[in-house]
């Protein structure tokens, strides 16, 4: 195994033309609105938003649950959701969405021209770079999905398998490497991070099996752990606040992965439909893998990489097959990566190295071009079908905007609602048919009155409230009432949230059914704040984080003369 010389200018300019290719429908068609558009525009407004508040690692949706919000922040890698609330607020927001498809598929296919050289020409490594960019998978997350995190952890992957290589063989000095690439994933997109590690966990067993030692799985799980060290300010948090939430929702109903393996039956035709597309999509690059695979096993040069990618192929293809079941429920946290056929990005991976090795490593030239040209035509063929099935629209993105800028806000997340609310009971919201867009929220409906006998909400009198601040975080006002009432915030009841009357810290309660938050104020002027303030298991996993990084830091500075020699 060696690194091949070659110009990364050239595969850059070649992957980028291929990305720009994949968006050009979006000049004339507007943006492809699939299943998660919304929610991830909506979280890069939001955020966005909360950095003009000076809130510089956002926690709480304030615009969630149409103004109720939700700790949305908390459980959901800041990577995707930070890098576009960075763009747009340096690009108009109809745009963005194009610019960070561009920059995460020309982001993949350098990841995966850094893998390829590995042991491929320098042709064949720019080859496997634009197959991995504009593979079918990443045409499906771009044109059905929108699954903006998903396709930014794609550009980790290939580095992560790249540093296993390199660490699997005793190569110590890219352990900080391959723990901030595994990092990467699970600051990108949880259901990714889970196949990533299973990923490893699988490499580096393959690895000990080949040497023959326990060494890879020595130095492999010191990686891991130090890229949890990395990301533990994101995954210590979230796994412990899990439980104030509704995070079982996250696997409800059509999300459960016995309901997702390849060409399922349900009773929903629209679900079934995106199913089949996807199944077929599987099918191709199994087909597609399989034979290109085959190809290269005849090939000495390949063998190392032939062990390592090929039983990693093989474990994606097995576990998006129905029979595996018994697995998803059964090895730790992998139901909730929910679809089994995101392995297909794994698949990917493989299918775009095998087959830029069959291509360049054919006898005769005439048979490179006729695999090269194939494959491009099925790909053209197969992005030119999901172009003109793919819902096109204009409008979802202004329209968002205008709903946080009034103060109407957006829809919330069902795993992430606290417990004990329900979000469809929240008053104002959410039938689309009752509710008015672009009417702006006024003070009045910020804090109203509990009638605790009737349970329902009315106004509170202008002269009962004068606000001092309202922002995501921090909710001040002084109280004025003539007898014990009780002030219904529209907010969401959280544990996070401090609440103190005249500086003394109380526990607020909570509207039943809605869980929206409560307060009990006795007569007379009273100053309140409510904070939303950094709980125990943030402060330590940032701790935590701080120090692996300095660790890791430190340890790629030393040198260590027993570790092979590299050209990269």
């Known amino acids: 195994m060696g690194a091949q010389p070659t110009s990364w200018p050239l595969a850059f300019l070649c992957v980028a033309l291929a990305a720009s290719a994949v968006i050009s429908p979006m000049l004339f068609l507007g943006n492809a609105s699939g299943h998660d558009f919304q929610f991830h525009i909506a979280s890069w407004m939001d955020a966005a938003n909360q950095w003009r508040e000076g809130i510089v690692y956002p926690r709480w949706a304030e615009w969630a649950n149409w103004g109720f919000g939700e700790p949305r922040f908390i459980f959901y890698p800041p990577g995707s959701w930070m890098a576009g609330a960075a763009l747009g607020r340096v690009l108009p927001w109809r745009v963005v969405p194009g610019v ?3 920059l995460a598929l020309v982001a993949s296919g350098m990841a995966m021209w850094k893998l390829a050289r590995e042991w491929l020409s320098s042709r064949s490594a720019v080859v496997a770079a634009v197959l991995f960019a504009v593979n079918p998978y990443h045409l499906v997350i771009v044109y059905y999905r929108s699954d903006f995190a998903e396709l930014m952890a794609g550009a980790f992957l290939p580095l992560v398998v790249w540093g296993a290589a390199r660490v699997g063989r005793g190569e110590w000095r890219r352990l900080p490497l391959l723990a901030a690439a595994f990092a990467g994933m699970w600051l990108s997109n949880a259901p990714a991070a889970v196949i990533a590690t299973y990923s490893l966990a699988l490499l580096f067993g393959v690895q000990c099996v080949g040497r023959r030692s326990l060494a890879p799985i020595v130095s492999g799980g010191a990686a891991m752990v130090g890229g949890f060290g990395l990301a533990a300010f994101y995954i210590l948090p979230a796994a412990r606040e899990q439980r104030w939430v509704q995070i079982t929702q996250v696997l409800a109903d059509n999300l ?17 439909a995106f199913n089949w597309k996807v199944s077929c999509v599987a099918v191709a690059l199994i087909a597609v893998t399989v034979i290109c695979a085959a190809i290269a096993a005849r090939r000495r040069e390949f063998a190392s990489a032939w062990w390592i990618l090929a039983p990693l192929g093989l474990a994606a293809i097995v576990l998006m097959l129905p029979f595996t079941n018994r697995l998803w429920h059964t090895l730790p946290e992998l139901r909730f990566v929910q679809f089994p056929w ?3 990005e794994v698949l990917a991976l493989v299918f775009a190295f095998f087959a830029a090795a069959a291509i360049g490593t054919a006898r005769q030239a005439w048979i ?4 090269g040209g194939l494959i491009a035509i099925a790909l053209f063929f197969g992005a030119r079908a999901m172009v003109r099935t793919a819902w096109w629209d204009s409008g979802d993105v202004p329209a968002l905007a205008d709903s946080i800028a009034s103060g109407s806000g957006y829809r919330g997340t069902d795993e992430y609602d606290p417990l004990g609310c329900d979000r469809y009971e929240l008053p104002g919201d959410p039938d689309p048919d009752e ?3 672009g009417v702006s929220e006024t003070p009045a409906q910020r804090i109203e009155i509990f009638e605790e006998q009737s349970g329902a909400l009315r106004p509170a009198p202008d002269a009962q409230i004068n606000f001092k601040d309202w922002s995501a975080e921090n909710r001040v006002f002084w109280a004025m009432p003539a007898s014990p ?4 915030i529209r907010l969401l009841n959280y544990p996070a949230w401090e609440v103190r009357i005249d500086g003394k810290k109380i526990i607020p309660e909570s509207v039943h059914d809605t869980g929206q938050m409560l307060i009990s104020v006795p007569p007379l002027s009273h100053y309140i704040t409510i904070q939303f303030r950094p709980t125990v298991d943030r402060k330590w996993g940032a701790g935590i984080s701080a120090a692996f990084a300095l660790g890791l830091l430190g340890f790629a500075r030393r040198r260590n003369p027993s570790s092979p020699q590299s050209t990269l």
């Open 435 to 437: 509710r008015v867009e």
């Open 485 to 488: 009432t009780k002030l219904a």
């Open 256 to 272: 459960d992965p016995a309901r997702n393996f390849l060409f399922t039956h349900a009773n929903d035709p629209d679900f079934v």
């Open 100 to 102: 960070y498809i561009w």
């Open 368 to 371: 490179s071009w006729a695999m």
């Open 342 to 344: 995101r392995w297909l």
